[in-house]
């Protein structure tokens, strides 16, 4: 299911959502019946299990000269996003503060770093959520999703990306192809990742069967 974060017109106190469905259907009834351009950084929060609520927070600020900040425009509704809301828990990943949730989502680059050459303000986008060590031994054998330091977006003690605003390193920013919409970024990262795990496990090569 896909959340389309036009977060401007959200109210700042909307009513408690009570189902998955409502994340990705509900919201955008009050997209449309609210308007508030005075919010900075609308941001959708799970403060325990069974409790959510839209909460605006400071835009994020680049860390990093190879960073840049992302207008979230779509954001997939993971199995593990519900299942926070419902348990509050993944096994050692508890959620014990507010954090924000959603890692599947694309946007509109809005800053870049002095040194990000790759992407501009403007360009579109789909977002890797995890964010690795780059210096443990996975990572410089090129297995950086085994890293152990991983700082992965919707994953305790990290915010997600269900908010107007995301920073990311650039090289964690893909450009989408221009046959290729937003909905469409925001909603195939997911499974497109998991097919190439799949294919570099199998050792697969062109006109090889399985």
């Known amino acids: 299911m896909l959340f389309s974060n036009v977060v401007d017109h959200y109210p700042a106190n909307p009513p408690h959502l009570v189902s998955s469905r409502l994340i990705s259907r509900g919201v955008h009834q009050w997209v ?3 308007h508030h351009p005075s919010l900075q950084n609308l941001s959708f929060v799970l403060e325990k299990a069974g409790s959510v609520r ?3 927070r400071p835009v ?3 860390a990093s000269p190879y960073d840049v900040r992302v ?3 779509f954001t997939g509704i993971c199995g593990s996003d519900v299942h926070y809301w419902v348990h509050g828990a993944i096994g050692q990943f508890i959620v014990r503060d507010p954090m924000v949730l959603g890692h599947e989502s694309s946007g509109v680059v809005s ?3 002095d040194r990000v050459k790759s992407l501009k303000v403007g360009d579109r986008v789909a977002m890797e959520p995890g964010v690795p060590c780059r210096r443990c031994v996975r990572c410089k054998d090129g297995k950086y999703n085994l890293c ?3 700082s992965f977006a919707a994953t305790p003690p990290f915010d997600g990306t269900l908010a107007k605003y995301y920073v990311l390193p650039e090289d ?5 192809p221009e046959g290729v919409s937003l909905e469409e970024g925001g909603r195939s990262w997911s499974p497109w990742r998991l097919a190439c795990i799949l294919l570099g496990r199998r050792r697969s090569s062109p006109g090889r069967a399985w």
């Open 32 to 34: 449309a019946n609210h």
């Open 54 to 56: 839209f909460e605006d």
């Open 111 to 113: 800053a870049v770093g």
């Open 148 to 150: 152990v330091d991983m």
């Open 71 to 73: 207008n979230v425009k």
């Open 60 to 62: 994020p600020q680049l």
């Open 172 to 176: 964690f920013c893909y450009k989408l």
